[in-house]
């Protein structure tokens, strides 16, 4: 158990903004996704700032971002709601190193509570028009070497949007769902140390009212492998809206002891979120599109690359990152198509025919040499998403299936998943005696992985090790080191720079 007192630090909830601790696991903190790499290329001018986080959105920069909308002529005629009225993922607001991804959307009041303190539902309540959407929270800070982790499934946010047949009904509801969230104490599971705070300051609507409820509660009913110290609790955000005859009810819930954000930074993500939310909702918006979510797609994701992205530009950095090794000691080979594929290369050894990558319309490797080392890099540039997807498979098929016996030993390949990219492969080359014991004299790994419609290749060889975990470590040095290079293909196959 720790030593501190997690009351106490519950306590402080929302006021103690001494800095921005966030409620997530650090190597989930730390996986970056191409949603938040997307945004920030769209936000800075030539991508120069890629490297500086983006802790808050401003609610000004978010409500540019969306077309104005204003209550119908006669709000006491029900307009449906559509999906259009509800938060996309574009307008959601977490942190630096998380973000929320849509993962459904559906009418009505479904099959779940609005709200975990709703005594009724939004139907119940009169609602003639129900619109809802879920999201998770995952991490969209990457870095190289990271192990791939699921989103917590208790870090969640959902909206709902709610037609009542007038203004009065609406706010009503409004009332009503307040009351029940003030008054959750022993009203829903592992609520019996529910304590809610003072509402937060947050920018109203042009018509009606707005308000924030935070909350904590369950502190050691969590499972034991989110919360091993039982310390942690649910810490909520309920943001409510009401305009005209429409209501949001939007609720954040993350599973930690800290939530702190910065006034400077724009508040809490619900104070960002919630003035947009209740603008979207009034009748006659467009859906947004959805960002892409930092997924693996499957090679049924398809799409067409652009011109820029089908050929390498002059100079491209594809040996970036290899700058400090000494000149003296290594040698470089510069990046060309003409230097032998390392696709071919590493098929050599006995794993059958090398995959063939005959719908690669551009190739550049490049290799360093040393004393007891060699690397390589290559990358391709495919006409669409589903040529790269392919290549990619294959050539991880082909390791996968690969077994070499000899005489005194045996050689496999262990691949495993990597998080960088649209789908990223780890490979690392295993020796064992009959015995069972690895044969040591050299670790031997590839790494592949596909952004968009290009693919990025590595290879090494270094003396000794030989086990799993040597060839674990030499594929995090090698990725440290191709981290500008892997960016660089990201940045020209989705046209940026």
């Known amino acids: 158990m720790s030593d501190h007192d997690p009351i106490d630090q519950l306590t402080r909830f929302g006021t103690d903004l001494q800095g921005a601790a966030m409620p997530v696991p650090p190597s989930e903190i730390r996986r970056r996704g191409e949603r938040l790499r997307r945004r920030r290329h769209a936000l800075v001018a030539g991508g120069a700032a890629l490297a500086v986080a983006v802790v808050a959105v401003?609610?000004?920069?978010?409500?540019?971002?969306?077309?104005?909308?204003?209550?119908?002529?006669?709000?006491?005629d029900p307009t449906p709601v559509l999906a259009a009225d509800l938060l996309s993922d574009a307008e959601t607001v977490y942190s630096d190193?998380?973000?929320?991804?849509?993962?459904?959307?559906?009418?009505?009041?479904?099959q779940s509570a609005f709200h975990p303190c709703a005594r009724e539902s939004l139907g119940g309540l009169g609602a003639a028009s129900i619109q809802q959407r879920d999201f998770?929270?995952?991490?969209?800070?990457?870095?190289?070497?990271?192990?791939?982790?699921?989103?917590?499934?208790?870090?969640?946010?959902h909206q709902a949007v709610a037609e009542f047949d007038s203004p009065a009904e609406a706010t009503a509801a409004y009332a009503t769902i307040e009351s029940w969230v003030t008054e959750c104490k022993g009203q829903a599971a592992d609520t019996e140390?529910?304590?809610?705070?003072?509402?937060?300051?947050?920018?109203?609507?042009?018509?009606?009212?707005?308000?924030?409820?935070?909350?904590?509660y369950g502190v050691g009913s969590l499972p034991e492998e989110v919360d091993p110290y039982g310390d942690f609790a649910y810490i909520t955000e309920t943001g409510l809206a009401v305009s005209g005859s429409?209501?949001?009810?939007?609720?954040?819930?993350?599973?930690?002891?800290?939530?702190?954000?910065?006034?400077?930074?724009?508040?809490?993500?619900?104070?960002?979120?919630?003035?947009?939310?209740?603008?979207?909702?009034?009748?006659?918006?467009?859906?947004?599109?959805?960002?892409?979510?930092?997924?693996?797609p499957t090679?049924?994701?398809?799409?067409?690359?652009?011109?820029?992205?089908t050929a390498f530009p002059e100079g491209f950095p594809l040996d970036d990152g290899w700058n400090s090794y000494d000149r003296n000691t290594y040698?470089?080979?510069?990046?060309?198509?003409?230097?032998?594929?390392?696709?071919?290369?590493?098929?050599?050894?006995?794993?059958?025919?090398?995959?063939?990558?005959?719908?690669?319309?551009?190739?550049?490797?490049?290799?360093?040499?040393?004393?007891?080392?060699?690397?390589?890099?290559?990358?391709?540039?495919?006409?669409?998403t589903d040529q790269a997807q392919a290549a990619l498979e294959d050539i991880v098929d082909g390791f996968e299936d690969c077994v070499l016996d000899a005489t005194e030993s045996m050689t496999r390949y262990d691949v495993g998943f990597d998080v960088l990219g649209d789908e990223s492969h780890r490979i690392v080359r295993l020796t064992e005696t009959g015995d069972d014991q690895p044969v040591t004299e050299s670790t031997q790994v590839w790494w592949v992985g596909r952004t968009g419609n290009g693919l990025f290749l590595m290879t090494g060889v270094e003396e000794g090790g030989g086990t799993l975990d040597a060839?674990?470590?030499?594929?995090?040095?090698?990725?440290?080191?191709?981290?500008?290079?892997?960016y660089a293909l990201d940045d020209l196959v989705q046209g940026v720079g």
């Open 58 to 76: 401003p609610v000004v920069a978010l409500t540019a971002d969306s077309d104005k909308k204003v209550l119908p002529a006669d709000p006491t």
């Open 331 to 384: 040698e470089l080979t510069a990046p060309s198509s003409t230097v032998p594929s390392i696709v071919e290369s590493s098929f050599a050894s006995g794993c059958g025919a090398p995959p063939s990558l005959e719908n690669s319309s551009a190739r550049l490797t490049t290799e360093l040499s040393g004393p007891t080392q060699s690397y390589a890099r290559e990358a391709h540039l495919f006409a669409t």
């Open 246 to 296: 429409r209501l949001t009810v939007a609720r954040i819930q993350i599973v930690g002891h800290d939530y702190n954000f910065l006034p400077e930074d724009g508040g809490t993500p619900m104070q960002q979120m919630l003035p947009v939310a209740a603008e979207l909702m009034l009748p006659g918006g467009e859906e947004r599109p959805q960002d892409p979510a930092p997924t693996n």
């Open 136 to 157: 998770e929270l995952r991490a969209t800070d990457v870095r190289p070497g990271d192990v791939n982790t699921d989103p917590e499934p208790s870090n969640q946010l």
């Open 299 to 309: 090679a049924e994701t398809s799409g067409e690359a652009g011109p820029s992205a």
């Open 97 to 110: 190193g998380a973000d929320w991804f849509t993962t459904d959307t559906y009418s009505g009041d479904g």
């Open 471 to 486: 060839g674990n470590a030499m594929l995090d040095g090698m990725l440290a080191d191709a981290d500008p290079a892997f």
């Open 193 to 216: 140390d529910y304590r809610v705070f003072d509402p937060l300051e947050v920018e109203q609507p042009e018509v009606g009212e707005a308000t924030i409820l935070q909350a904590n």
